[in-house]
């Protein structure tokens, strides 16, 4: 997986004491032997860090090919809700009630919320849900990974993406001192100087905010109100959006966008992690922004790549990779069933239960008829490196990148 879901699980651990973290990035990890997996659960590794983060992707990335997952794959999802509304990374036994030591997190809350309003049919679970979304928005609009740590571009756009899922605004979804995730995100973004207009991720020692692509990708779709399920621009952007004091979200998002375009092409159309190494999923997050932001051409081009790049990642990160890579797929206008000569709907479906059914990728006009019959807006899913970088953990995210690389 990508260096935001590291980080993600790297929260999640220094918030509330959980000592078996490193396990959770091992190619091989697994459960112990005496536990076995749930079977309505996508991929084979241990999913105490991640469970219900690929169940979402997985089942949000089948639906958006046509795919209609198996039932005891939604219910699986559906049941790892707390009576609260929140959803926690995973719980072993769902029957035993949540209590306070249950590490409920806005990102797994929202990522599952993007899935299960996709699927249908479980209104009184994403209702819930959103609910507990909003008791938990701090006061200056957005949201941090767990309740009480500080906002960050990821976790906030995340929430936007569920917000939107579910049928609300988020600019009417406001905190107590009446600001909306619109007003939190441009305090997220940086200056058009040295910093290119970039959303940042705060330094783990200082707290200061550095230019970072992952929370640039999320910034920008946050900003868009949009989410992983984005189509094809139709009328694609002329040039790269001039940079500008980032005082709206709108502003913030095109200073991003032209942040992400010019990273990318300074580096033959994807990105470079810190351990100079291709890094594949945020590019693959890159590519859903720039369609979002209408730069068609760029998001083609970074596809393009993933398609001759990522195979190898893809097999060690499992579902929720696969996952993304039809995202970007999608976004680019390209096959998924064809991805670089690999059919990574297949590959995804071979993660997890036999789906119910199976069809062709649905035609433009079929997802119109659908927007329209559902009232909702598409949805991506964002995790909380802001919220790392507060506390004081980053060498474990250095240390930990290289196993998010090809």
Not at 82 to 101: H, M, Q, T, V
Not at 168 to 177: F, H, I, L, R, T
Request: charged share 20%; net charge negative; aromatic share 6%.
């Amino acid at each position: 997986m990508n260096v935001r879901r590291s980080a993600a699980v790297l929260a999640a651990v220094a918030v509330w004491g959980t000592a078996a973290a490193p396990a959770a990035f091992a190619d091989d990890a697994s459960p112990s032997p005496s536990t076995a997996l749930p079977s309505g659960l996508y991929g084979k590794t241990d999913p105490k860090f991640d469970g219900v983060f690929r169940q979402s992707y997985a089942l949000l990335a089948q639906d958006t090919v046509g795919v209609k997952p198996a039932g005891k794959a939604v219910d699986w999802l559906a049941g790892q809700q707390c009576a609260s509304g929140g959803f926690a990374a995973y719980r072993a036994d769902a029957s035993e009630p949540c209590n306070s030591k249950t590490a409920v997190d806005s990102n797994s809350t929202a990522a599952a919320v993007q899935a299960l309003a996709a699927l249908g049919g479980r209104d009184k679970t994403v209702e819930k849900a959103v609910d507990w979304l909003k008791s938990v928005q701090n006061t200056d609009g957005g949201w941090g990974y767990s309740p009480g740590l500080p906002t960050d571009a990821n976790s906030t756009g995340i929430v936007v993406g569920a917000l939107a899922a579910a049928g609300e605004n988020p600019a009417g979804v406001k905190s107590q001192d009446g600001k909306s995730a619109f007003d939190a995100l441009p305090k997220l973004a940086m200056d058009c100087g040295k910093d290119g207009g970039a959303f940042g991720l705060a330094d783990a020692k200082t707290k200061k905010l550095n230019p970072d692509a992952d929370a640039t990708a999320a910034g920008v779709l946050g900003s868009l109100g949009k989410g992983l399920v984005v189509a094809p621009a139709k009328k694609a952007e002329d040039s790269a959006p001039k940079c500008a004091k980032p005082d709206t979200a709108s502003q913030a998002a095109s200073n991003g966008t032209g942040y992400l375009l010019k990273t990318l092409g300074d580096h033959d159309d994807h990105l470079i992690a810190a351990t100079d190494m291709p890094d594949v999923g945020n590019t693959a997050d890159s590519v859903l922004a720039l369609a979002a932001a209408g730069q068609q051409e760029q998001a083609e081009k970074s596809a393009e790549w993933l398609a001759k790049n990522s195979a190898d990642w893809a097999k060690k990160a499992g579902p929720a990779a696969y996952a993304q890579l039809i995202f970007a797929a999608h976004a680019a206008g390209m096959d998924p069933r064809d991805f670089g000569g690999a059919d990574l709907v297949k590959q995804l479906g071979a993660t997890g239960p036999a789906p119910e059914s199976a069809s062709k990728s649905p035609s433009a006009s079929d997802e119109d008829k659908k927007k329209d019959e559902d009232g909702g807006v598409s949805i991506w899913w964002i995790i909380g490196v802001g919220a790392v970088a507060g506390i004081g953990i980053g060498f474990l995210i250095s240390g930990n990148r290289k196993k998010q690389q090809l």
